[in-house]
């Protein structure tokens, strides 16, 4: 049967070294297409290709870890609510009974023995203000019957309002001292915001890495089986030529076992995509019933364009100024800056300001008295109600004023917590110079391997080139039967190793910007992510 073209004619006229070195010589060119383009594996039914920026927004948002991170804001904003608790309005309520016989000898009582009977009630309001100033405002009632033979009244009504005042002069004074628990609780508000920024950086930096870690596994996995689909053309080839002679079966189990260790390899290699899926499922928090739950994740390709980089002092003062972890050491010194200007307050001895002024009225039954001479009785005579008339018109009142002094001897304990709270400062203050020098280190180890990255990126994509050129030369003249298996499945070995030490290459350049934009605390920011904080949801929402 002829052929359109003599392109078979051709083909049948070449040996059969020939035409094995010419399938792996498009083999070899396939290897060397796949590795410049780098494409992850082909995704089937149970494989989902994610995104980095998908991925670390779906970590933050659901990352259990970080979750609980963030409740640490909501659990210290109660701490503010319950110190400004303390200059809420007060309500107090009081109510009694009693009833008393006392033998007392006295001949004014009946049978020299004293019998009283009260019932009573009260209430009042009590507030406290920022400066230290407590009030009390109170209003009580009473009535009471004795058997006093001198009292014109039985039974008898009593109503007092007092409005009372306590004023600290020295310890408690002003409204820096006594609002420094709430002030110190908004400090660690802002604590726990900043630690969960530093938290969900981190995250993103985690997922990130996990990410390029796992285009690059899924690349060297392409090139593992690349790498084994060589070997089984070679042994193909060879198969052949056994059969017609040409070699021995040496060349041919040479082969096999290329092929079977190359197989180990690419189990190897698939173990590690599947090990880094899960892993990167964990940082999601993908549940079961999520579902990407039963798929395995792969990653978009690694990334081959170069970045410009920051350079080495606008990156750090970039980080100064953006790190979670050295604001919130800079808040917890605030923090310690409060507590050390309260305790300092508290050396002083206390002095308090006390002053009272009240109303009083009464009224009662009447109940004549003829002890000296002619029975007397009382113009206060009503009822309950007319002891409120009687507190605005007969004038009963009560003014007072007093300076109550109280020091412990020596003072201690204020001393010691002074002291405290300023070593936890010094304390603190030589945390943030470590963290600024850490910080510092971060940001150079980053550029280190940014640029030694990159450089391992352009020797590698010479040497990849080269190492393909060698096969290529090698598996020609394997077709013109100056070359062996051996050497054939050596530069073969070398070749794919070559690729895989490019992908490995580029793989930790990318690494290496993101370490670098972590260090700076802008690398949820290069990615168009905002972790928010607000109020109850603390959510995540991506920005354009």
Known sequence: MGTPSGKQD?????????????????????????????????????????????????????????????????????DVTSGEAAFDPALEASLSAGDRKLLTGVILYDNEVQHNREIGAGVGVLKRFTTGLRSRLAFETQGAE??????????????????????????????????ASIRAAKNRVDQAVAGYMGRAQALGGEIEETCLDLAGASAVLALRIQARELAAT?????????????????????????????DEAVIQARQRVETLSNGLKDLMAVDPADPLYGNEIRTPALPTGREVRPEHPAALRVALARRPDLKEAMLARDGQEILAEYYRNQKKPRVDLVASAGANGLSGGDRPVAIFGDPR????????????????????????????????????DASAQYRKSRLEQRKIELLIDRTKHRIDTEIQNALVAVDRGLERVRAGERFARLSEKTLEQETARLGSGLSDTFRVLDYQE????????????????????ARLYLAMGINLERLGILASVDEGALGVSGTQ
């Open 234 to 262: 070679l042994l193909a080839g060879n198969q052949r030529r056994l059969a017609q002679g040409m070699i021995s079966v040496t060349e041919v189990d040479e082969a096999r076992a290329a092929e079977v260790d190359r």
């Open 377 to 412: 009785t009382s113009t206060l005579t009503g009822d309950y109600g007319d002891a409120y008339g009687s507190m605005l018109e007969d004038g009963g009142y009560q003014l007072s004023a007093a300076l109550r002094f109280h020091y412990p001897v020596g003072n201690r």
């Open 146 to 179: 004795d058997n006093f033979l001198a009292d014109t009244l039985d039974p008898k009504y009593r109503n007092i309002i007092v409005f009372e005042l306590t004023q600290p002069l020295l310890r408690d004074f002003g409204a820096d001292v006594n609002t």
């Open 10 to 78: 051709r083909n049948d006229m070449l040996t059969p070294a020939a035409r094995t070195a010419r399938r792996l010589l498009t083999v070899a060119a396939l290897l060397a297409v796949f590795a410049v383009c780098a494409p992850p594996s082909k995704a089937g039914d149970n494989t989902t290709v994610i995104g980095l920026r998908e991925a670390v927004a779906r970590g933050i948002r659901r990352n259990l870890d970080l979750s609980m991170t963030r409740l640490e804001i909501p659990i210290r904003e109660q």
């Open 494 to 513: 070398k070749a794919v190793a070559a690729r895989i030490r490019h992908t490995t290459a580029l793989a930790d350049y990318q690494k290496g910007l």
